[in-house]
């Protein structure tokens, strides 16, 4: 089967290319600069232990998790996981999460994994995000594989297509999970939804019908729950740029300062609920449709069902959400020090932004990130 595939582009490395990845990783100064700043130990030293790393399961263990528990201890207020019941530690799944931090969703999910004793996933990753060498051989070294959002025309179908074979490969036949966003590119807005051309992706060019095709991946959508956005501020100046020019996009680099700023910012507690898989639904959308598009439109709608119904709320959420609409609906989710505590957050966040625009138009983008999960999950 993969005769007829090119994996090599876009895979992660495999064992014997590790020793030449880290060389070249070890000889870039903004690589030394990231490892100088995160690990105690002198940098020759450091540069030492990294080259004598044999493979991928190594740097991982020894650089990737202490990193990221670094990261856990002094940004968040803990990880906390639930739905891993629902889960055979001896399969394989494609996990589908929310996307909410180009970084954290999938290192934090793969730390609970990994802390969790199952095994870890390959993660997808974009090619916009491959702004330097030196980034793609640290993703592919921490088992990421890229998806080719550049190409176009006749070279995307194709690469979707390779992508897809990809997948299920790394599933079935390496009989190792994946973890992808239910999008492309991450939910500014806070109103997470699955969009169909991913899933249509996840079978185009393979053989069988739906129900089997999708059954074979093991969906199981994942809810990604941080207290408070890392990125809010950045997020809320991109949607507010976009609302007054149709026509703004992002300095490449904008998303480099993102990853950063998801790595150095509060992020209060994080919360990861694991559904189990919905290869029942699935069986349920084939028997009662037959239309393709239906089809997918309906498993679209079972993905942020789910995920609705297992995102975390914390109390800034539903203060959020009576703030926007003026009410008291949801009081009984926080008390009267969390709300002023909130509401002294949100101000100081919007001090940020006092230069950027008119400001009430830049409160409501604020709240709205924060509220929309609340909507999302009450259906309103």
């Avoid at 903004?30 to 080259?51: C, G, N, T």
């Avoid at 494609?94 to 199952?118: E, G, P, Q, W, Y």
């Avoid at 300062?257 to 559904?275: A, C, D, I, Q, Y």
């Amino acid at each position: 089967m993969t005769d007829t595939f090119d994996f090599d582009r876009i895979r992660p490395f495999l064992d014997h290319e590790v020793e030449e990845a880290l060389i070249r990783l070890t000889s870039n100064e903004y690589f030394l600069k990231i490892i100088d700043y995160l690990f105690p130990s002198p940098l020759e030293q450091l540069v030492a232990q990294v080259r004598s790393t044999k493979t991928v399961q190594a740097f991982q263990e020894n650089f990737i998790y202490s990193f990221v528990e670094w990261m856990k201890e002094r940004t968040t207020d803990g990880i906390i996981v639930s739905g891993l019941e629902n889960l055979d530690k001896d399969e394989s799944y494609l996990f589908m999460s929310n996307h909410r931090d180009i970084v954290l969703d999938s290192a934090f999910l793969n730390f609970a994994l990994f802390k969790n004793d199952f095994d870890i996933t390959e993660i997808a990753i974009g090619d916009n995000l491959m702004i330097y060498p030196w980034i793609e051989d640290l993703v592919k070294m921490n088992r990421s594989f890229i998806v080719e959002r550049s190409k176009l025309g006749r070279q995307r179908l194709e690469s979707s297509i390779n992508l897809s074979a990809y997948i299920n490969h790394t599933i079935n036949e390496k009989k190792r999970s994946i973890w992808i966003a239910q999008r492309e590119g991450r939910t500014k807005d806070g109103n997470d939804k699955t969009q169909v051309g991913l899933l249509k992706m996840l079978t185009i060019g393979r053989k069988g019908d739906f129900v089997e095709l999708f059954q074979s991946l093991r969906v199981v959508p994942v809810a990604i729950s941080y207290e408070y956005e890392p990125c809010d501020v950045a997020k809320v100046r991109e949607q507010y740029r976009r609302s007054i020019n149709p026509e703004y996009k992002k300095d490449p680099k904008d998303d480099l300062l993102s990853m950063k700023m998801g790595m150095e910012n509060p992020k209060g507690r994080v919360h990861f609920t694991f559904s189990r898989p919905i290869n029942k639904s699935v069986a349920q959308i084939g028997e009662k449709y037959s239309h393709k598009n239906e089809q997918y439109n309906m498993l679209a709608n079972v993905i942020d069902s789910r995920m609705y119904e297992l995102y975390k709320l914390w109390p800034i959420n539903y203060v959020a959400a009576d703030l926007i609409n003026k009410t008291d609906t949801y009081k009984e989710h926080y008390t009267l020090e969390e709300k002023e505590k909130h509401i002294a957050f949100f101000e100081k966040k919007l001090d940020l932004l006092k230069d950027e625009g008119e400001l009430e138009a830049l409160r409501k983008i604020l709240l709205n990130i924060y509220a929309r999960p609340v909507f999302n999950k009450y259906q309103i």
